[in-house]
């Protein structure tokens, strides 16, 4: 079954087996990841581009290569397999950069598409990444700030309703006032 068939069949088509072919089919991804944001992209299970090329730096390497050679045919630019190679090496080899998936990939590749850039080169694509990458980082901390507080509140509700679904409040209550009364005598 050929992943053109599989893709169309189920559902749960992984953005690694799509750009993880030696003919590789833009279509597909843009189908199946077209409407990824930042956020959907952190939220994503795949795997990180370090663990990938842990398992297998070839894949990882391929991988990007795909992505950023197909945002290249919608400019009017020469872009080889050795410039994508070599964004891939920089982005395997620089460690702030390793935390980053696949998905983040595809949310760069879509926001070099509509950019107003013209020429595409790997200085610029390296400049994207950049700011995507800080950009993602305070979107982790907000979202992980927002979801301490969510979780503080919810801890304070679970208190206060147990406290108050206790049979004998009353009860506690005037022993523990009893209690602060005998120890400041």
């Known amino acids: ?3 053109s ?3 169309s069949t189920t559902t749960e ?3 690694l087996e799509l750009t993880d072919q030696s003919a590789y089919n833009n279509r597909l991804v843009v189908k199946h990841f077209g409407d990824l944001t930042m956020l959907k992209a952190l939220e994503s299970r795949g795997k990180s581009i370090g663990l990938i090329a ?3 730096e070839d894949t990882a390497i391929r991988c990007i290569r ?10 009017d630019t020469n872009f080889t397999a050795s ?3 070599t964004i891939a090496t920089e982005i395997l080899y620089k460690y702030e950069y390793r935390n980053l998936k696949l ?5 760069i590749c879509i926001r070099l598409k509509e950019s107003e850039i013209y020429k595409l080169s790997p200085a610029r694509i390296l400049r994207e990444i950049k700011s995507y990458s800080q950009e993602r980082e305070k979107l ?3 979202k992980s700030l927002s979801k301490e507080i969510n979780m503080n509140e919810d801890l304070e509700k679970r208190l206060q309703k147990n406290y108050y679904l206790t049979p004998d409040t009353n009860k506690l209550e005037r022993k523990r006032l009893d209690i602060e009364h005998q120890f400041k005598k």
């Open 83 to 85: 410039k994508a190679e």
């Open 140 to 142: 982790a901390i907000k």
């Open 5 to 7: 068939e599989k893709s």
């Open 54 to 56: 842990k398992d297998d």
């Open 13 to 15: 088509v992984t953005l």
């Open 66 to 75: 795909n992505l950023f050679q197909s945002v290249a045919l919608y400019f």
């Open 1 to 3: 079954m050929s992943l």
């Open 103 to 107: 998905e983040d990939l595809v949310v």
